[in-house]
């Protein structure tokens, strides 16, 4: 996710001079010295203030983000409460944080979720201070200079601030000085400044841990807490034919339904949650026989609320229906098929009686009318959807560089191939 501030903060009382400097330095940047103003705002908030602040809050905020929990997002990483270098403890006494993180991240499972536009939402009413809103948002590398990123800040009655960070760029939809309502759009979910991932970090001050747990010396300010996740589970999984790195499967490439001759390799990949380091994950590839084909075998050696893994074959001659299984410890988490098939790529290629030919920068579609044509970005975004009204169709390629299109019928791919 992101080391968003290198240096933890005790969640028991502090000096109010002391908590104002600390806010102090994490705005005083080149870039946030037009918000010196808003430091007066915080230092009138002391540690013996905080008390007061946060118990109006006992059950009273909503998640920061709009959507389903484990459906949409995951809660990954929470407050250290370890205030030792190089030690980490959460609320529940377990690992699911880092050295220093003073907030929670609520991380989604792809850029191309991102990409579709996830709402950052007000996790009580107040008034906007701060919004920053001009940093690059695509970010996969851990860089701590880098901050919040794109963020908002909201003061709420009482003195309790809140803070919404790694935005995407030119996304706000506040002003400072603006009242919000709870659930009230901010921004929207990115992965800028010190951020690896799409997500949000959430961060309730004075510092304090919105989440009750053995390890929290407050009562939750959650109207519904999260539970607690430590079983090892799967937040999504996939086959696709795109090349198999990090990068790639962060931004989730499309499906491989059916795998063509002029496909190099097949990449099963997998995002898990609760995993240990000495989980043991087991990758087996099955031929249409459902014999092993292919098995990679490995133990994580890291404790991770949010951990690809995968394993890539080259593609198979042998024609059918092929699978992965995925098992974690000897137990079966999940499986995923998909066809081998003849289809040779985009000359003269097809499926039944539909046919693909690229003549420039045009696609000549036959046999396909009543059907639609898709097209994806080097991302795997969808970028533009064309009906085919006619049995002969030229179309002209998007003026964007893209990888992938795919013919739909009803709705259904029956036809994907990659444009070098």
Request: contains cysteine; aromatic residues 10%.
């Amino acid at each position: 996710m992101s080391k968003d501030t290198p240096n933890n903060v005790a969640v028991t009382s502090m000096p109010s001079y002391y908590w104002w400097l600390s806010m102090r330095l994490r705005l005083m940047t080149r870039e946030y010295r037009s918000m010196i103003r808003l430091i007066v705002l915080f230092v009138l908030v002391s540690a013996s203030v905080y008390t007061a602040a946060a118990q109006p809050y006992r059950g009273k905020l909503i998640l920061p983000i709009r959507g389903v929990l484990d459906k949409d997002f995951v809660v990954v990483n929470h407050v250290d409460h370890d205030v030792n270098t190089n030690a980490i403890r959460d609320h529940g006494c377990g690992r699911q944080t880092y050295d220093g993180h003073q907030g929670t991240d609520f991380v989604l499972k792809s850029f191309r979720q991102m990409d579709s536009g996830v709402t950052v939402i007000a996790a009580a009413a107040g008034v906007v201070t701060a919004v920053v809103d001009t940093f690059p948002d695509r970010n996969k590398v851990s860089v701590v200079s880098r901050g919040y990123g794109n963020y908002v800040a909201l003061l709420h009655p009482n003195g309790l601030a809140t803070y919404y960070a790694h935005n995407r760029k030119g996304s706000a939809v506040v002003a400072v000085g603006d009242t919000v309502d709870v659930g009230e759009a901010l921004a929207l979910v990115g992965s800028s400044g010190n951020s690896e991932d799409p997500h949000v970090h959430f961060e309730v001050w004075q510092l304090v841990d919105p989440f009750e747990g053995g390890c929290s010396p407050t009562p939750s300010l959650w109207q519904d807490q999260p539970p607690y996740q430590t079983q090892l589970r799967v937040i999504d999984a996939d086959v696709t034919t795109w090349p198999p790195s990090l990068d790639t499967i962060r931004e989730r490439p499309p499906t491989a339904t059916v795998v063509k001759q002029a496909d190099s390799s097949i990449t099963f990949w997998t995002l898990l949650q609760g995993v240990n380091p000495t989980d043991r994950l087991r990758i087996v590839w099955l031929d249409p026989e459902l014999s092993e084909w292919f098995t990679y075998e490995a133990e994580t050696g890291i404790t991770s609320n949010y951990f690809y893994w995968w394993s890539w074959i080259n593609r198979p001659e042998r024609n059918g229906t092929w699978t992965c299984v995925l098992y974690a410890n000897d137990t079966e988490l999940l499986r995923k098929s998909f066809v081998v098939s003849d289809v040779v790529g985009i000359s003269n290629s097809g499926v039944g009686d539909v046919s693909v030919t690229r003549h420039g920068d045009m696609l000549r579609i036959r046999n396909a009318a009543t059907m639609s044509i898709e097209f994806f970005d080097a991302r795997g975004r969808s970028i533009r959807t064309t009906p085919i009204t006619d049995n002969d169709t030229a179309i002209i390629l998007p003026d964007t560089r893209f990888m992938v299109f795919q013919i739909l019928d009803n709705g259904k791919p029956i036809y994907r191939s990659v444009i070098h």
